[in-house]
């Protein structure tokens, strides 16, 4: 199966990098369930992605995340643990990347498919808030 259009709200598969673990030296992250927030024009080369990180920890004192209702969870085909997007913090990358990967259990296919627009309002709005408070730190891959 062909990578996907990257367009915002998608949620993928990549090998997001933390911030703590870029500083600490490491240039590969695990894989995991993550969110685009924001891509470039399809017409520029290298073509620009930011993705957020989803995760099943609860943000905690320094980190700021939104968290997915359960049916969201169930309709994108994620595991029944609550989950949040961590929007105080991002990577950003090429489109396509090598960060990308297969759905477990399902090669050739690398998206769960998109957070519901209200959902991705909000993210897309916490987000942008904590860039311009320049309350979030971002990873260039």
């Known amino acids: 199966m062909?990578?996907?259009?990257?367009?915002p709200g998608l949620v993928i598969r990549y090998d997001y990098l933390w911030?703590?673990?870029a500083s600490a030296g490491r240039d590969e992250g695990k894989d995991r369930p993550a969110c685009?927030?924001?891509?470039?024009?399809s017409s520029v080369r290298p073509r620009f992605v930011v993705i957020l990180?989803?995760?099943?920890?609860p943000p905690d004192e320094g980190t700021v995340g939104i968290e997915i209702p359960a049916r969201v969870r169930q309709a994108l085909g994620l595991d029944d643990a609550p989950s949040w997007v961590i929007v105080s913090?991002?990577?950003?990358?090429?489109?396509?990347?090598?960060?990308?990967?297969?759905?477990p259990g399902r090669p050739g296919l690398f998206s769960y498919g998109f957070i519901p627009p209200r959902l991705f309002t909000q993210?897309?709005?916490?987000?942008?808030?904590?860039?311009?408070?320049r309350r979030s730190s971002g990873v260039r891959r």
């Open 19 to 21: 911030s703590h673990e």
């Open 53 to 57: 990180p989803i995760t099943h920890s």
């Open 2 to 7: 062909a990578i996907p259009e990257p367009k």
């Open 123 to 133: 993210v897309k709005e916490k987000f942008l808030e904590l860039s311009e408070q």
């Open 89 to 103: 913090e991002y990577n950003v990358d090429e489109w396509p990347n090598g960060g990308l990967a297969p759905l």
């Open 36 to 41: 685009l927030v924001a891509a470039s024009d």
